[in-house]
């Protein structure tokens, strides 16, 4: 096998944001937190994710703004470091090198320099036991701190990093490990232990799954997982502490957070209700309900203004003091499985899976952002653990992506199976899909395989649906029945059965003129133009698991993989079987725009992929080890513009990517040497300047240079040019108060000139200096001038400044301009 | 924030009548104007000219009734026995009506004595027309003859005995003054042609032809006899086009729209059906209270008029436009209405500061209980009356979505003696729906496991429990007997299908039925 040095797997969008509580800064401007392997900091106004912060190796398990400078944030990680960052400019400061993996980081104002971490408790990784250790940060001035001076505080704590949380200015640490709650007075060196009993009476499960510590005063809020929530004082003492228990919440606490001031407590678990609780009046709640899933953190911004939840399907709510959700940040929201298969919608171009519970996702893969949900099931969802809801399990694109079909179904114990297929049409106007047919109970049993007619000439969409009863049906869309306002709607047109056996998969060729629908070890082939069974094929003795028909010049042939390993291709000319091969493929599929195929092959705990043409021997691009575990879903997303890569071996990822998802739900990519190159490229050009207040009339301005940016000639360059708004005549204009200035009408022409970056040539370079020496002269006559021409020279004490972008021309004629209107404003006043 | 989702009710697919473009039409007439007459009403016949009055024969009167009067405007009575067929001239002057004397008379209408008598027929004279010249009278009697007539001379031009039974019906052609046909009980047609002495066509209906009808066009002709309705095309020869067998009872009367499109036909089983007259099916249908023995419709479909048995003529005026516009108008002027709308127009000045108010969602009651998961509170209003017995599809909505929320037990449970036969009474007309049934088994099933302690406490509960249960037998009954005939069916698609596609198993459209059978099935269990 030939090794590609330059096609890599890469993680590419997509990561979790929900793992650990989010930071907001200071100013709540921005909001920080761990994703993946990096840091992402989002702004919290217009949701936009501003930098990423990379550098680490290992998951990110934490992150902690410095309690002694509150633009700098600590981030602690799997890798055994914790870094220290400049998230406003997105700059590593430092890395501490701690040893051993880090599970949670916290700090407090009151211990200078020392910053506490979770490790595990021996040196070997695999242990359950974590212990709290303090650490003192070395001062100095390298970029990389060996920080070997651990001192362990507390031993078995939680490894969740909700479980522990100083104490009223850090005078005390708390900790909470199962039943026990641990507090720990750093000047008294002296902890105390309380312990709750195993289980109450009613069955409720005392476990502690949360800490909070009120800010100014002496208590102790813990959450737990029979969702009460138990207030704690007195607890310097090891006999008379007391508690109170408040009780709303019906399954686990999972978030707890004081406000700044101490005057509300907030909780929040499965319900998906934020519930805010009066600090000494309990009996008054406000709730904020349907937050859409499970809240995992809470937090709160410094000043107490806004209210940020995590949620169980990778969101992050921005909320504006209990009253209004301002901001939804929304990562590719991903379940224990996929129940669909990942699709692109041929119209947006986006990731299409499951998504919240009954729900599909749009996930743009280039923007790394999720478009929108779409409401399959339309009921409303009970945050309930261990109740059966309506899953969304199958769903299919036509070609031209105007429809889209789902199906829906539910398992009850001893009840019987709830199907549902549904029939989405894109409707133009709102640019979203519309339901247009629901056909409740479409069979009798599991629905195996979905797939539509992808023949794009055809007058009539087909969709053909095979399901465990031992039938596949053939839908159609049917005229209007009536004369009524009714539109079209789907109704059966063929029920189809071979033997009584269990149809397992279907798919149409790709001019819809064949469809081959696998019966265990039976391949048949049907003609949907008049419904005849034109041939079998089969290659006993075990079940086909996947077909797939070949694509633009490899139409001819029909593969598919069997239970018993084998990779099987038929001509369908002759109706025989060109070639086959043993190999346990877990997934094949087919790349619309090529005649490309792709094989995962599951060998030996890890996958492999072969990309191959069906009509060639020779695999075109292969490679071990993928990844371990069986890949089951993958999908080829067609590129936006196609890659020119002249090296054989990564000429199959011109056309499009391919996604897969691994068995651990992260989504993984292909990528080549060039394109990587060109990503870097781009995403050192994106990085945005925050100094200015994200207006629409900036985010204009951004798009504008992002253009210029994107232009070949200047996108070679490394440097970034100088923007026009750092223009010191610029910004005096736009901070001169408005009556003072001439008519609009008269500035505008050239303010929007000089917004327009010209190519700055030699030329006016080399002229730069005799043009200021001139300038002194000039500038006593210009004083009284109306008219002016715009070849005069510039003044040289802006011109200085000035940035290249503007010329020096402009720069001078809005200084005149300023010139003259005040010595035309005082005359006004005196007379 | 996601806003609270409504429970989804399914909607089923209405069963019935579907609302075509006919319905609409024919369904547009008002209440009718019912008269009592003195005996069976055996014609009625509309005037050619206006005001369209129209002529009913009954008994020994012939009433002329005004387009909207409801007392006759004219009547004649100088009949000695039974009148029959009392037909208007083309100038609307004339009026002439055999009798069962067999005297023939022709009124003036405008005058009340009989202007000439025509005798010659020797028994009762039932069918009475004028040719189309205007001179000349067409009989036809139970003599077994028919007769042509000169009115001013009062003579007879031509007698043709060439039917041997009764006759009881005939038309004389509007476009030629010499041809007229006749119908009799001897199951026969004939076209007679004035210039000659003999029938020029002959055709069998196959049973006592009652009513004949001529398309204006007076290529195609229409009979009744029997339950059939038979349609003829004269031009080829007498050759029958279609026949209609839509009606269980004998078919007295044909009458065609006046747009030509619809073909009407009256029957003794109290029905009048509305065909179309490109594909001769029946596209709407009038019930009647008594059985139909004449059916006139007025100019331009203005009214239909129906003779019956029990002697009363029933009017039915189309509704004005107006009027048909009325409802609509109606729920305009709700005050209600007007408030909702209020500043929806208005559209906002360029310095206004629009407040947005969100908009608050408007939610059924039984949501409004779900919403604060008050599950015995939300099916006790999705179980009150009205719903329950107007629209038991939102009660098994509301049942399915609490089952959902696996909060149906809770619902069900702690419900006295008069909730718990609410719930019973429900289940008792709905469980054996086939639409209902599979929410509504599971539901009877976790009642029985409530509430099995507390049977025999009430006497009420208990009768109601034994009904479900005779129900239920029943329901399996039907089950079983179905499932024979599908085995029936089976066999008999199996024998069908051709020898070399034995192995292949194709049955379009035939799982439909098996699911519902299967669905029914699961209630029996």
Redesign the interface.
């Known amino acids: 096998m030939v090794e590609h040095g330059d096609i890599r797997v890469v993680h590419r969008g997509g990561s979790k944001i929900n793992f650990r509580e989010p930071v907001i800064t200071h100013d709540s401007r921005y909001l920080l937190c761990a994703s993946g392997e990096c840091v992402k900091v989002f702004s919290t106004s217009t949701e936009e994710c501003i930098h990423d912060l990379r550098g680490h190796t290992g998951l990110v398990t934490g992150v902690l703004l410095k309690p002694s400078n509150h633009l700098q944030v600590y981030s602690c990680s799997a890798d055994g470091t914790v870094r220290l960052w400049d998230y406003t400019d997105g700059i590593l400061i430092k890395t501490y090198v701690i040893g051993c993996p880090v599970y949670s980081i916290c700090a407090s104002a009151n211990h200078e320099g020392v910053i506490f971490i979770v490790t595990p408790m021996l040196s070997d990784k695999r242990s359950d036991l974590f212990q709290l250790v303090a650490v003192d940060l070395p001062q100095s001035g390298d970029q990389l701190v060996e920080a070997r001076e651990l001192s362990a505080v507390l031993s078995d704590v939680s490894s969740n990093p909700a479980a522990i949380v100083f104490g009223r200015g850090g005078e005390y640490i708390a900790s909470a490990n199962g039943l026990h709650l641990e507090v720990y007075f750093f000047k008294k060196q002296k902890s105390y232990r309380f312990s709750l009993k195993e289980d109450n009476k009613k069955g409720g499960k005392n476990t502690v799954t949360c800490v909070a510590c009120h800010p100014k005063d002496d208590c102790i809020a813990t959450g737990h997982e029979d969702g009460k929530i138990r207030l704690w004082r007195n607890f310097n003492h090891k006999k008379e502490y007391t508690y109170s228990t408040l009780h709303w919440h019906h399954s686990a606490v999972s978030s707890l957070c004081f406000t700044p001031e101490g005057t509300n407590l907030l909780s929040g678990g499965m319900e998906s209700v934020l519930v805010q609780w009066r600090y000494n009046q309990e009996s008054e709640r406000d709730f ?5 899933s499970a809240i995992t953190h809470i937090t709160v911004s410094p000043d107490g203004a806004l209210f940020c939840t995590s949620h169980s399907d990778n969101k992050i709510t921005i909320i504006q003091s209990c009253v209004k ?1 301002s901001a939804v940040i929304q990562g590719l929201v991903k379940g224990e499985s996929v129940r669909t298969d990942m699709m692109v919608d041929p119209r947006s171009k986006s990731l299409v899976l499951n998504g919240k519970p009954g729900h599909l996702q749009f996930y743009s893969l280039p923007r790394d952002k999720l478009l929108y949900n779409l ?1 399959i099931v ?3 969802y ?1 945050h ?1 653990s261990g ?4 899953e969304v399990v199958k769903a299919a694109f036509d070609a031209s992506g105007s429809w889209l079909a789902t199906v829906e179904e ?1 398992k009850q114990k001893d ?2 199976l709830e199907l549902n297929l549904k029939l989405w049409a894109f409707d133009e106007q709102t640019q979203s899909f519309v339901l247009n047919t629901t056909i ?2 479409p069979h ?1 049993a599991r629905i195996t395989a979905m797939c539509f007619c992808h023949a794009t000439d055809s007058q009539t969409t087909m969709l053909v649906s095979t399901s465990k009863d031992g ?1 596949f049906k053939a839908w159609q869309l049917g005229a209007p029945a ?3 306002d009714e539109g079209p709607s789907w109704s ?1 047109d ?7 056996l269990v149809p397992e998969c279907c798919c149409f060729s790709a001019d819809g003129s064949l469809l081959a629908v696998s019966f265990q070890e039976v391949v048949t082939v049907w003609s949907p133009a008049s ?1 005849e ?1 034109l041939t079998t094929l089969s290659q006993p003795p075990k079940a086909v698991r996947d077909l797939c028909f070949g694509r633009l010049s490899c139409s001819k042939y029909l593969l598919g993989t069997t239970a018993n390993n084998l990779l099987c291709c038929w001509n369908l000319l002759t109706c025989s079987l060109e070639w086959s091969t043993s190999m346990d493929i877990s997934l094949l599929l087919a790349d619309p725009l090529t005649e490309n195929m792709a094989a995962f092959c599951c060998q030996a705990g890890s996958t492999d992929l072969f990309v191959f043409k069906p009509s060639e021997p020779r695999p075109v691009f292969s490679q071990k080890a993928v990844c371990s575990g069986k890949v089951t879903r993958a999908v080829f997303a067609p590129r936006e513009e196609m890659l020119e890569s002249c090296e054989e071996s990564s000429q199959w990822l011109n056309h499009s990517q391919l996604y897969f998802l691994t068995p651990y739900m992260d989504l993984m990519t292909f990528t080549t040497k060039a394109e990587e190159d060109r990503l870097m490229a781009s995403s050192k050009q994106l990085v945005i300047d925050d100094s200015v207040a994200m207006t629409p009339f900036y985010l204009l301005l951004g798009k504008h240079r992002q253009q210029e940016d994107a232009d070949p000639l200047s996108g070679l360059s490394a440097e970034r040019r100088p923007l026009p708004q750092c223009s010191v005549a610029i910004k005096e204009l736009l901070q001169t108060p408005a009556h003072v200035l001439p008519s609009t009408s008269f500035l505008c022409s050239m303010f929007v000139q000089s917004l327009l970056i010209s190519v700055t040539n030699g030329r006016e370079e080399t002229k730069h200096v005799e043009e200021e020496m001139e300038s002194e002269k000039e500038e006593e006559d210009s004083e009284g001038e109306m008219e002016s021409s715009t070849q005069r020279p510039e003044q040289a004490s802006l011109g200085g400044q000035a940035a290249p972008a503007l010329t020096k021309a402009q720069l001078r004629e809005l200084k005149r301009v300023k010139k003259l209107d005040h010595s035309w404003f005082p005359g006004l006043l005196h007379s | ?8 009710v ?1 909607v089923y697919p209405k069963l019935g009548e ?4 006919d319905t609409l039409y024919w369904k547009n007439y008002k209440a009718p104007v019912q008269i009592k007459e003195f005996g069976a009403i055996t014609n009625i016949d509309f005037s050619p000219v206006a005001p369209h009055n129209f002529a009913v024969t009954a008994f020994t009167r012939i009433h002329i009734y005004g387009p909207f009067s409801q007392e006759p405007v004219k009547t004649f009575t100088r009949f000695k026995d039974t009148a029959y067929c009392g037909r208007f001239r083309s100038d609307g002057q004339l009026l002439v009506a055999g009798c069962e004397d067999s005297v023939v008379r022709l009124f003036d209408v405008s005058g009340k004595v009989a202007l000439r008598m025509f005798k010659g027929h020797t028994k009762a004279v039932h069918i009475t027309d004028f040719t189309s010249d205007r001179y000349q009278i067409l009989t036809g009697s139970d003599d077994y003859t028919c007769r042509l007539w000169d009115i001013p001379n009062a003579t007879e031009l031509n007698t043709y005995q060439e039917h041997t039974d009764y006759i009881r019906c005939g038309v004389t052609s509007k476009l030629n003054r010499d041809l007229f046909i006749t119908g009799s009980y001897d199951h026969t047609l004939k076209l007679f042609d004035a210039r000659a002495d003999k029938s020029v066509m002959t055709m069998d209906h196959g049973q006592p032809v009652e009513s004949l009808l001529l398309y204006p066009s007076e290529g195609l002709l229409v009979s009744a006899g029997g339950r059939h309705v038979k349609v003829w095309d004269l031009l080829k020869g007498g050759q029958p086009l279609v026949s209609l067998k839509n009606h269980h009872k004998t078919v007295t009367c044909l009458c065609l729209s006046s747009s030509g499109h619809r073909l009407l036909s009256a029957s003794l089983d109290r029905h009048v059906k509305v065909y179309n007259t490109t594909n001769y099916k029946v596209v709407h249908n009038f019930d009647y209270a008594a059985s139909i023995l004449s059916l006139a419709l007025a100019p331009d479909d203005e009214s239909i008029v129906v003779g019956m048995t029990n002697s009363i003529l029933s009017i039915k005026h189309r509704k004005s436009l107006d009027e048909s516009k009325e409802i609509s108008g109606q729920q305009r002027r709700q005050p209600s209405y007007r408030v909702f709308v209020k500043g929806k127009n208005y559209v906002p000045k360029q310095d206004d500061y629009l407040v947005s108010k969100p908009v608050k969602q408007h939610l059924a009651k039984y949501d409004k209980q ?1 919403k604060k998961f008050n599950v015995s509170k939300a099916l006790d209003t999705a179980l009150e009356t009205w719903t329950r017995l107007r629209k038991p599809e939102i009660t098994v909505a509301v049942i399915k ?1 609490l089952d ?3 909060t149906l037990k809770n619902a069900l449970a702690g419900r006295d003696e008069q909730g718990l036969a609410r719930l019973l009474n429900f289940l008792i007309g709905n469980v054996v729906d086939p639409r209902f049934a ?1 929410v509504l088994v ?1 539901a009877a099933e976790m009642i029985l496991d409530i509430y099995q302690s507390v049977i025999g406490q009430s006497s009420v509960v208990d009768r109601q429990l034994l009904r479900l249960q005779e129900l239920l037998e029943r329901e399996i009954d039907y089950q079983q007997d179905l499932l024979e005939v599908l085995g029936m069916l089976d066999t008999m698609f199996a024998s069908s299908l051709p020898r070399k596609e034995v ?10 039925s098996i ?1 519902s059978d ?1 669905e029914e099935d ?1 209630v029996g269990q």
């Open positions: 904020l309900p349907r937050l859409g959700v409401d339309q009921q409303e009970i309930e109740l059966e809801q309506f539910r009840a019987e409740s109970a009798e039938h009536h004369t009524e059966c063929f029920v189809g059965a071979y033997h009584g419904w069974l | 924030m996601a806003s609270f989702k409504p429970t989804k399914q579907k609302v075509t473009q779900l979505e959902r929320r696996g599979p599971t192995n292949l198993h194709l049955s379009k459209r035939k799982t439909e699911n299967r699961a």
